[in-house]
């Protein structure tokens, strides 16, 4: 089946400083890769869409200037939490959509990156 | 807007039948999937209805109406395994389609 990896799966860090996580798509290509914060005992709350070659699209109140997202290749996307503050902990998982697919169900998800920011 | 509710919590015996319901009202609507996701992992795909009607897929079953906004997830001979948060997500159509997750619902099973 199609394998997505994030890296780290956890981190913690000081604030202020900058955090940056990778998504992969290890045996597929995906033109769309997503991104989720979800904080305890809560959903999943769509950040972002990425696509490779082009700028992500926000979703409403993700600030983009802080979470900066570069999809470089047709397998990786990064989500770059910049000067990171402890209210920015929390557990964030990507989805990558395979490009052959138009199916909703090629949608694979990543296993989460933990962020504790201290 | 978006808006999708679901129980938070349910608890069901071992063994036992369970149904969460979802109800949403969504703009572009494009499917409904139920996730099912353990504590501290990724979710993962149970189900997807896009017609009306009832999807089975072994102890799992998914059902849709789309003229009431509503679905269920009806699992069968539960398992201990099966605690866990369901998770009830509509597909939404636009410029880049996307999933919408609800809130989840947090089932316990009991021996």
């Known amino acids: 089946g199609a394998v997505v990896s994030q890296h780290p799966s956890r981190v913690i860090c000081k604030s202020g400083t900058s955090v940056k996580i990778e998504c992969r798509s290890l045996?597929?290509?995906?033109?769309?890769m997503f991104w989720y914060r979800q904080f305890p005992k809560q959903s999943l709350m769509l950040m972002a869409t990425?696509?490779?070659?082009?700028?992500?699209?926000?979703e409403q109140g993700v600030e983009k200037d802080k979470f900066l997202i570069n999809h470089a290749s047709l397998t990786l996307s990064t989500l770059t939490v910049t000067s990171a503050h402890p209210e920015d902990s929390s557990f964030y998982i990507c989805?990558?959509?395979?490009?052959?697919?138009?199916?909703?169900?090629?949608?694979?998800f990543g296993p989460g990156t933990r962020l504790l920011v201290l | 807007g978006q808006n999708i509710d679901q129980p938070t919590e349910m608890t069901a015996t071992e063994g036992a039948i369970v149904q969460i319901n979802c109800t949403y009202q969504t703009s572009g609507f494009n499917g409904l999937f139920w996730y099912q996701q353990h504590a501290g992992e990724a979710p993962t795909f149970l189900s997807y209805n896009v017609l009306d009607g009832l999807e089975e897929k072994g102890r799992f079953s998914s059902f849709l109406s789309r003229s009431k906004g509503y679905s269920y997830l009806l699992l069968k001979e539960l398992q201990m395994k099966d605690s866990a948060s369901y998770l009830c997500a509509v597909g939404v159509s636009g410029g880049y389609n996307k999933l919408i997750f609800g809130a989840g619902t947090r089932l316990a099973v009991h021996p």
């Open positions: 989805s990558a959509r395979d490009r052959r697919g138009g199916s909703w169900e090629t949608q694979y």
């Open positions: 045996d597929f290509q995906a033109t769309t």
């Open positions: 990425s696509n490779e070659g082009s700028k992500a699209t926000y």
